[in-house]
């Protein structure tokens, strides 16, 4: 049997559905079909991709692996068919949040200088990978490092977490902050995207209230009402000034390590270009 797109689109369909009853609506396709579809699909591999022993259906960890490979198939086809991008289409550079703070300006003024024939495109997508692992992107900034095959990363820099605080805050009077500072507030904590995690704090030092936030606008929210205080890093600074908030330095958090990160091979053709001119801007 042949793969076609159909098998790795319904394949995708289930797994954000968790229902092949849905998936198929999805699809506009009968449920028998659907199913047929996987199954064909999973006797091609010799895997099994979903977990059918519950009602609302699961990947497999070998699912969850080819899911990935999937999404990032269909996202290219589907570009290479979009008569937007028949005479050669932007570069994406996704970012999950705060992009490269300072140095964002900077990056997309001299690629446009430099490369005025391929447009850059700055995407935010809330999501670990910043849309890598979907193929939404190209490339992307990340502040953790992801698990994908046949992805790389480069090392771009570290930047310094900081503490946020709302303004009005007594905290807000200091010059600097320690995380003990922060260990009797409550702490907003992005689970998705962010990288601060309770585990920041020494053992039995960790804040005790967490107010849970889906992005770093609702992150910043949460901060200038006075629900919470914050950690992040100076790209969010540089990113995102607020009368609002007060960013301070955190003495004793470690530095978040910055990565640039793609498929390999590239699926852009200036893809090599875009990280040289990142790696000059950032350490220019």
Do not use: K
Request: proline share 7%; hydrophobic share 45%; aromatic share 2%.
């Amino acid at each position: 049997m042949t793969v076609e797109l159909r098998h790795l689109r319904a394949l995708l369909a289930i797994a954000e559905e968790g229902s092949i009853t849905r998936a198929a609506v999805r699809l506009r396709l009968t449920q028998p079909a659907v199913s047929r579809t996987l199954r064909q699909l999973e006797t091609h591999l010799g895997l099994r991709l979903v977990d059918r022993s519950t009602h609302h259906l699961e990947l497999t960890s070998v699912g969850r692996a080819y899911r990935d490979r999937a999404a990032a198939a269909v996202a290219a086809v589907d570009d290479v068919l979009d008569p937007e991008h028949a005479g050669g289409r932007p570069i994406r550079l996704g970012h999950a949040w705060s992009a490269l703070g300072e140095h964002t300006v900077s990056l997309l003024r001299r690629w446009r200088r430099v490369r005025p024939e391929t447009p850059l495109e700055l995407l935010r997508i809330d999501e670990r990978s910043a849309g890598l692992a979907q193929g939404r992107v190209d490339v992307a900034v990340l502040r953790q490092p992801v698990d994908l095959p046949g992805v790389r990363a480069h090392r771009l820099r570290t930047e310094p977490r900081l503490a946020t605080v709302p303004v009005d805050s007594p905290l807000a009077q200091r010059a600097s902050l320690a995380l003990a500072d922060l260990a009797d507030q409550p702490i907003a904590v992005n689970a998705g995207t962010g990288t601060t995690t309770l585990d920041l704090w020494p053992a039995g030092c960790a804040p005790a209230v967490v107010v849970h936030v889906a992005n770093t606008d609702d992150w910043l929210a949460a901060i200038s009402a006075g629900r919470a205080v914050g950690v992040t890093t100076s790209a969010t600074a540089a990113m995102h000034p607020s009368p609002a908030v007060v960013y301070l330095p955190l003495t004793d958090a470690p530095a978040v390590t910055v990565l640039l990160a793609w498929r390999h091979p590239p699926g852009h053709p200036a893809l090599a270009d875009l990280v040289a001119l990142a790696r000059e801007v950032v350490s220019g």
